[in-house]
């Protein structure tokens, strides 16, 4: 199981600068992998599955721009992979997330890790102009025109909401596959589909109500559909953010770690609750690094 850093929002009092460094102090501590999230903007609003209870979020936080983060994040290091749990693809126009990605992927010898999904927030899509409703549709002409501009060029695509002929993108991947897509989001047949033909992990959406054996049960159903089209299952991964309680990070994985990996659950991305400067993040870091040791 990999250990990655959820960097999102975790140094307040701190620069944008100081989210690039913890990235540094990631790796050099042992961590695997550090992600990200987005928002481009937020409103005075819940997602629809909060009903009473919390949500991690709130209008006022800072959210760094993936991409952007990332190319920084990518001199800074040398190992870690940088995996967007997840970027908020539908809100980017397919021409220009095919060059962030490519050129992201060639500036980190090739440890960018795209996930995406749709969120949730209408009002953030009204704000960059795309249509709410038509966000699951969008997806799948983005990443089938990602794809064909990755490939080769000249590259023609035709979709609904995205058409292009005999146009150059470069620089793309050696190989479509070399960058890998992750999707995230509710457990929906349209969401297995995407998995089924284009993803490499798959990021599973958490509620109050999920247990490791539901999103076991989930990656068996993705699984059993790779295997169905000819794909290895074995090269599966799924990120969960973690832990799932309030409960202190060491007890968390002693308690939850045989059951995350009977469910299938090969990464996680870990939030650092409380400090509000580097220098308060890295002995909580540290604590991390060490507790996750014994699991490797």
């Known amino acids: 199981m990999r250990l990655g850093l ?37 409103a005075d609003a819940l997602p629809p599955w909060v009903k009473g209870g919390s949500f991690p979020h709130n209008s006022g936080e800072r959210f760094v721009e993936p991409m952007t983060t990332f190319a920084a994040m ?20 397919a021409a220009l997330l095919a060059k962030q990605a490519a050129t992201l992927h060639e500036l980190s010898n090739g440890r960018l890790v795209l996930g995406v999904s749709v969120s949730w927030l209408d009002q953030e899509y009204a704000a960059l102009g795309v249509p709410f409703q038509e966000r699951g549709t969008r997806l799948d002409d983005l990443v089938g025109a990602c794809r064909a501009l990755w490939a080769g060029a000249p590259a023609s695509f035709s979709s609904e909401s995205v058409n292009f002929t005999d146009i150059y993108c470069s620089p793309r991947p050696a190989h479509v ?17 995407r998995v089924v033909n284009w993803g490499q992990g798959f990021l599973p959406h958490v509620g109050a109500t999920d247990t490791w054996a539901s999103i076991g049960g989930q990656v068996g159903r993705l699984k059993a559909a790779m295997q169905l ?5 074995s090269t599966l991964e799924v990120g969960v953010r973690f832990p799932l309680s309030g409960k202190p990070f060491a007890e968390a994985l002693a308690e939850d770690m045989g059951a995350m990996t009977a469910a299938g659950v090969t990464q996680l991305y870990c939030p650092i609750l409380g400090p509000r400067t580097l220098a308060e993040a890295r002995p909580r870091m540290e604590a991390m690094a060490r507790a996750f040791q014994q699991y490797r």
């Open 177 to 193: 596959e070399d960058l890998p897509i992750w999707f995230g989001g509710q457990f929906t047949p349209r969401l297995v589909r």
């Open 229 to 233: 089209v000819g794909r290895d299952p």
């Open 6 to 42: 959820y960097a999102l929002s975790m140094v307040p009092d701190g620069s944008v600068r100081d989210v690039v460094e913890l990235a540094r102090i990631a790796e050099d501590l042992g961590f695997d992998d550090v992600c990200l999230g987005e928002h481009v903007v937020m």
């Open 74 to 93: 990518a001199m800074a290091t040398s190992r870690v992979r940088l995996v967007t749990c997840v970027l908020i693809a539908p809100l980017r126009p």
